[in-house]
């Protein structure tokens, strides 16, 4: 896949405070690339300075091979971005944002205006189409943000915190709009708190701190790196009082019981955990118990952000 | 192409939030209301010259109080954000701000100024070529000081934190430095126009520059 996005040890100090320390990463073309971390922890600073917004820093970024800031006016064609807090001049209605951030990015015409339509429709915006952005909720004038930010087609999309303060319907009217614009080919970009839909979203994720990236990868690579306990939880529906005997299984540490049919097997560290499951199967299956479920139970990603929270940078 | 596109949408915005009508309306209305209202208003007072005193005393600290507010306000709602990320020059922005303003309060002043002209038409049976003179140099300063302060308006926008600080600094710096249009007018030149126009545009030029080159390397 080619690398549309390059940031090349980027750092940025804000009157004495270090809000990007040798930053470094790539996203590749058609990629979700979900950004977490602390409040203060440099994800607004790394999307201002892709952006174009910040000038003024140290390294290098590039947006399909073009220097950014130096030909941002060319890589802004590209761009659609939304900041983490949307704010539009008071006496605009929906239509005129639109209208006027279309033109401004070379629309015209029928085709802005079949854009427009389309775009209000895809965020759930199109009754609202002509009132005036005052008259919206806080969740309204951010999915006006998202619209604007996806008037042109761009190739890159940048979203800074795009999910909060909306309602959970909203959350995933966007989460599928993102995930269906990967599908199509375009690159995302974005930061959140909320890491359940970052996992939801993200084919990547980035971890950052005080201002360093701690790690990058899929999910499974992230919790690869911790080698977290694994568990595995089983259910049976017969056979249940010969759980005990589970425990002579190498590499089973302990089990427990939280309701009589279901039971929470914990392991060793570094065990192949398919090879315990087939012990397992077998253990169960030749005392006759009927298996209901058995499945290996995987980190959730607030568990691996916070290892990597309390590791600190050096992981 | 963009400049233009975004001058409209500037004038749009005043139209939008009825800023045009009140200063449309509102500047001559407030002219005529001091004209009747003057406890000595008399026949030796022409109401074009009273127009175009007031209109230049007011709606130029009016156009950079107005322009000084909105970009300090736009600035602070991270409003600009979305404009720069777009393929336009920075500066654009800044330009169409300034030119939008200006063409409102210009507009006013010679709406003001028309208006006098033609009270004093019908009051007094007629306008003499003295009054005419008078009016020429009168409206040439009117806009040339509302010039620097459009600039000085755009420039403490930029430059200032805060919304009250930028009120401040246009009161006190803004109007002032407008006031060097009035200069040629005290050295007893024969025809102080062309020198009033040529020294209030070479001060709108630098102030103009220093508010871009201040807004591009301003990070947001």
Known sequence: MKCLVKVDHVSKKFKGFMALNNVSFQINEGEILGYIGPNGAGKTTTIKILTGLIRDFGGAVSIDGLPIPSKIEEATDMLGYLPQRVSFQDWRTVDHVLNTFGKLSGMAGDSLERRIVEVLELVGLSDVRHKKITELSGGMVQKVGFAQALLHNPKLLVLDEPLSGLDPESRYRVKKIIKDLSKNGTTVFFSSHILSDVQDVATRIGIINLGQIIKIGTVDELNAHFSITNHIDIVLSKGSEHWKNLESITGITNIERPSPNRFLVHTKHKVDIDEIIYSIIQKLTSLDCRIRSIKPVTSSLDEIYLKYMEGGVNQ | ?220
Not at chain 2, 49 to 59: E, F, G, W
Not at chain 2, 89 to 115: D, E, H, M
Not at chain 2, 157 to 165: D, F
Request: charged letters at 10%.
């Open chain 2, 1 to 220: 192409m963009s400049l233009s596109l975004l001058i409209k949408d500037e004038l749009k915005g005043f139209y939008v939030s009825k800023v045009m009508i009140f200063l449309w309306v509102g500047l001559p209305l407030m002219a005529i209301l001091l004209y009747l209202f003057m406890p000595d208003s008399g026949s030796d007072v022409l109401f074009t010259a009273l127009s175009a005193m007031i209109i230049s005393s007011i709606a130029g600290t009016l156009a950079a109080v107005m322009l000084a507010v909105s970009i300090i306000n736009e600035k602070n709602r991270h409003v600009y954000d979305l404009f720069i990320i777009r393929p336009i020059k920075r500066r654009n922005i800044i330009l169409a701000k300034f030119v939008a303003v200006y063409t409102c309060v210009a507009i006013a002043c010679i709406i003001a100024i028309s208006l006098g002209l033609a009270i004093d038409y019908f009051v007094n049976g007629g306008v003499s070529n003295t009054v005419l003179n008078a009016l020429q140099v009168s409206l040439t300063l009117s806009l040339s000081m509302m010039a620097i302060s459009c600039s000085a308006g755009i420039l403490i926008g930029i430059a200032s934190p805060s919304i009250l600080m930028g009120a401040i600094l246009v009161v006190y710096g803004g109007n002032q430095i407008s006031a060097i249009s009035i200069l040629p007018t005290t050295l007893g030149l024969s025809n102080p126009v062309p020198f009033t126009i040529g020294l209030s545009a070479i001060v709108t030029g630098v102030l103009l520059l220093i508010a871009i080159i201040t807004f591009n390397r301003k990070q947001f």
